[in-house]
């Protein structure tokens, strides 16, 4: 499973939230610590941030801790709402920056952390590439984010096997869900962290249980039994 972590509240630099913690997004690109399927996420990156109402995203195919130039530009890109990942890429599937997330249909930024068959997701020609991840992207876009819950539950109904933890912002409002991997929240005082694995040992961060929407808009955070969760 690929990592995933998302900002939202006050300004935040992308250097800070992603390559500045202990056990942040570069270090989970070579040494994850709550991974459970896959060793090291080496197949890509991608970071997005919301500038104004503008999605603008950063993508790659290789891996974090090899770019060259981000470690230099990231401590200048600031923004009240982030959404960053690093890429273990399913068997088979392609390795390419459009299969790199966070995916967008220009207000969400989104992200997905898992596996899913994609012969249960239906085609659409909105998505980036034909990754699973790009696929489910699509479909969850093509519904409406106020149904995300109930996109996952129908595409866990369909492919019994399938990993669906999702994440995506839009700049007021961020939403997760877990079914089948790992996620936590941090809440800061400024703003709240929804990250595939704490970066650091702040005793703030909570565990969200699996099969759970989560919502926020930066301060408060809901959390609510996924529909079909046992
Ligand atoms: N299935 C997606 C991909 O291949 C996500 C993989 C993951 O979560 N490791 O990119």
Redesign the pocket.
């Known amino acids: ?2 990592r995933h972590l998302g900002w939202l509240g006050a300004p935040r630099t992308v250097g800070e939230l992603l390559l500045d913690p202990p056990y942040g997004l570069l270090v989970q690109s070579y040494s994850p610590r709550r991974q459970k ?2 060793l090291m ?1 080496a ?1 890509g990156w991608g970071v997005g941030f919301f500038d104004g109402a503008i999605a603008r995203r950063w993508r790659s195919a290789a891996p974090l801790w090899g770019d060259v130039s981000f470690a230099s530009v990231a401590p200048a890109l600031r923004s009240e709402c982030v959404v960053g990942a690093v ?4 068997i088979g ?1 392609p390795i390419e920056p459009t ?1 790199s997330a966070p995916f967008t249909d220009g207000r969400w930024l989104l992200s ?5 068959d994609r012969t249960v997701l239906p085609l659409s020609a909105h998505a980036e590439s034909t ?3 790009a696929l489910l992207a699509a479909l969850i876009f093509d519904r409406g984010m106020p149904r995300l819950g109930d996109t996952v539950t129908e595409v866990a109904a369909r492919d019994p096997d399938a ?1 669906l933890n999702i994440l995506a912002a839009n700049g007021s409002e961020m939403l997760a869900t877990t079914w089948g ?1 790992t996620l936590s929240v941090l809440r800061t005082g400024d703003g709240v962290v929804l990250a595939s694995e704490p970066y650091d040992d702040d005793p703030r961060w909570e565990e969200v249980p699996d099969r759970h929407l989560v919502h926020t808009d930066g301060s408060a955070v809901r959390m609510t039994a996924l529909k079909g969760s046992v």
Request: glycine letters at 10%.
């Open positions: 499973m690929c399927h896959g996420n197949d890429r273990s890429a399913s599937m299969a997905h952390n898992g596996l899913v990754v699973d991840s990993r991997d």
